[in-house]
């Protein structure tokens, strides 16, 4: 049975046959590493993996939830303490409490809700999970809020629920996408918009190194602390230098003496990679996969190069692609240190990727990757 259906035959069973279903999408990211925090922009999709969320507004003041993938119920009043909860249950929680604190009172509700997004995968469940209840909470309760309000609420939700302190791109691609295409995110202003993603004989396919190092936080960090050292220093002499955003790649070499050669490494990339999401862009525009996918190479490149957050198992599955006849692009995807690798690989050709992936994978780590084809979707809405 499809997810969707088994949320709806879940909700049924349990609270009867008066609801609504909403989705929200987990996204992927085409390219624009590691940029949204420095003020650049980023290449994001929904996706066609999805929470499915069925839901009935009811009287009193106690909400009922059930995960259908945790088979678990939870009930609460608004006062509860929230570190009594379930881990899944903070992200509805959260998403109601920061609609609270915008003056939007959600009355009680009753709710089934699963997926088809891998978790933890880095294709962002979590936002996925947070939008949809924004999303449906708005709908029911004629709260009037726009889609990108909706989408910082998630946010709010994790950064104050779930303690992740992320950026918006994941909400933002959750709520906003639009099937056939990615979105170009100003991570600066917020504006966005859409380009066709038309790949024709090509598909995506993501790779996952089932791995997360667990220095993946501390080194998020310490990057992030890179990339404002360097931008504090080369704005000595120009004060218009506020982020990375700021600065062409080819005028961070000239700061190599001032920075030191790790922020100079650091900085080149970032810089380079912010230019790269609008030349893709304009590669998408033109047709041009071939470039989009040599693009995509460049990016790991640089993420391992220079970022320094790949770790063996994404190398070794870049690397690997890059030697297979009609894959046009590889390339770690998320914030490093593990999840997937993106592929853009001719449809044909995707047996022989999974094949030979999956050996040489084996026999260097002793486990098998995961395997995920997906498409864009649309954003967060209501199914009718
Ligand atoms: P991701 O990269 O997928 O966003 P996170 O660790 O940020 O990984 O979020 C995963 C968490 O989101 C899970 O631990 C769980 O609490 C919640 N979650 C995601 N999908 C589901 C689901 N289908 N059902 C219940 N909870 C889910
Ligand atoms: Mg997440």
Redesign the pocket.
Same mark, same amino acid.
């Given at each position: 049975m499809k997810k969707k259906d088994q949320v709806i035959a879940a909700f049924e069973h349990k609270y009867g046959k008066e609801y609504r279903v909403f989705f929200a999408p987990?996204r992927i990211n085409i390219i624009g590493e590691h940029t949204d925090y420095n003020n650049g922009f980023v290449l994001p999709a929904a996706i066609d993996k999805c929470?499915y969320l069925a839901i009935q507004p009811i009287a009193g003041n106690t909400t009922y939830i059930h995960?259908?993938?945790?088979d678990e119920e939870v009930s609460f009043t608004l006062d509860v303490d929230h570190k009594t909860l379930p881990?899944?249950a903070?992200?509805p929680f959260g998403v109601i409490k920061e609609l609270q604190k915008l003056g939007k009172n959600s009355g009680a509700f009753r709710a089934a809700?699963? /997926?088809d997004?891998?978790?933890? *995968? /880095?294709?962002?469940?979590?936002? *996925?999970?947070e939008s949809v209840f924004a999303t449906a909470l708005n709908s029911l309760f004629d709260f009037g809020l726009d889609k990108m309000t909706l989408a910082k609420t998630g946010q709010m939700a994790?950064h104050n629920y779930?303690g992740?302190m992320c950026g918006i791109m994941?909400q933002f691609a959750s709520i906003h996408g639009k099937k056939g295409h990615v979105m170009k995110l100003d991570c600066r202003s917020l504006e966005f918009e859409y380009f066709p993603l038309e790949l024709g004989e090509y598909e995506l396919l993501l790779i996952d190194t089932r791995v997360k190092h667990s220095l993946a936080s501390s080194e998020y960090n310490s990057r992030r602390k890179d990339c404002e050292e360097g931008v504090m220093i080369m704005r000595r002499d120009n004060s218009q230098r506020k982020s990375l955003r700021d600065i062409r790649s080819k005028d961070v070499i000239t700061f190599l003496g001032s920075i030191g050669e790790q922020v100079y490494m650091r900085c080149q990339f970032v810089t380079e990679e912010i230019e790269r999401v609008g030349y893709t862009c304009e590669s998408l525009l033109e047709g041009d996969l071939e470039q989009v996918g040599r693009y995509m190479f460049e990016t790991h490149e640089g993420l391992s190069k220079l970022y320094h957050v790949s770790c063996p198992e994404l190398d070794l599955l870049a690397d690997v692609a890059a030697e297979i006849p009609g894959v046009l692009g590889a390339r770690m995807m998320?914030g490093g240190f593990g999840?997937c690798t993106i592929n853009l690989v001719k449809s044909t050709e995707v047996p022989v990727l999974i094949e030979t992936t999956r050996k040489k994978y084996l026999d260097a780590f002793g486990k098998e990757p995961e395997y995920y084809k997906v498409n864009t979707g649309d954003g967060a809405g209501e199914i009718i």
């Open positions: 987990g929470i995960s259908v993938d945790f881990h899944w903070l992200y809700f699963g /997926g997004i891998p978790e933890g *995968a /880095g294709l962002s469940s979590s936002a *996925a999970l994790e779930a992740v994941d998320g999840g």
